[in-house]
């Protein structure tokens, strides 16, 4: 079975692409934290990987088992936190925990000293003012973060994709109203709206990108409205309406693949954006429900905490290091993407 290959302007946009050393290299440092990220529960959790007890084999962070499960009394989901757990289990078999044994809600109630409590052997990161570790909740917060950004950044591309498609391959009073509309609603402010509405909806993941996507489809429209206003004048576009072509193949097959190019260098830095916003959202307290593992709660607790340095320091290492990742992505896409950038003299990065 022959594999499928690249045609030669995407081959050397490829190979532009891994020229550039900075941007090759973040895009798999990123990939690599997104995807321990997506592992978060095997990383990060106050529940054992594995139990070897009386002979059989559980799986604690899969499967809920009673504490009877482990010859203990009561019937409920056991606390494997629990000195009296660990030693039922441990004269029967034994426990293997995750590399973090703390979930991003478990409150750690040995600490040595009050909570906010600095790093240590137990909290490597330490702990927040609630005793919750720190190292946990920047897993999950991660996680979380990426996952809005992707999706926010997906939906609204299609839509602002759609919307600069038709301004500017059909023109006249539909690009006319579309831009007057596009005025509009680009000058509301969104951080009243969203304070508004969250006094009637308590604010949550899927709420948030919602209203987010509201205001956040703008973007890209006047990237492919402008380069539909120049492919519709090319001359095969203009053959192509001769011949009878419908409007909607010559959108798809003809217009769009131009429109493209200029689409996906724009993605990372969307996504930056869209990461940057839910992060000022929760640092301002109308983000994600409270409890949620988040980095701006991370940062507002930093604030609040000016004798506890490791909780701002760690949020603000994180975000930078993830939105830098995400920039040196978009720099690296952008020159492979540039007509002008030959692989002679290409940046290298």
Known sequence: MRKP????????????????????????????????SLGAELVANDRPLFVW???AAYFPVFVDYPETEFGGFLPTPADYRDDAVRSLIEEGGWILWPPVPYDHQTINYDLEVPAPAPPSAQNWLGTDDQGRDVLARLIYGFRISVLFGLMLTVSSSLIGVVTGAVQGYFGGLTDLFGQRFIEIWSGLPVLYVIIILSSFVEPGFWWLLLILLLFSWTQLVGVVRAEFLRVRNFDYVKAARALGVSDAVIIWRHALPNAMVATITFLPFVMSGAITALTSLDFLGFGMPPGAPSLGELLAQGKANLHAPWLGITAFVALAVMLSLLVFIGEAARDAFDPRKTLQGGMHG
């Open 5 to 36: 290959r690249l045609n030669p302007i995407n081959q050397r946009r490829w190979t532009q692409f891994r020229r550039n050393r900075r941007g090759w290299w973040s895009l798999w440092i990123f990939l690599a934290l997104f995807v321990l």
């Open 53 to 55: 007890y009386d002979g």
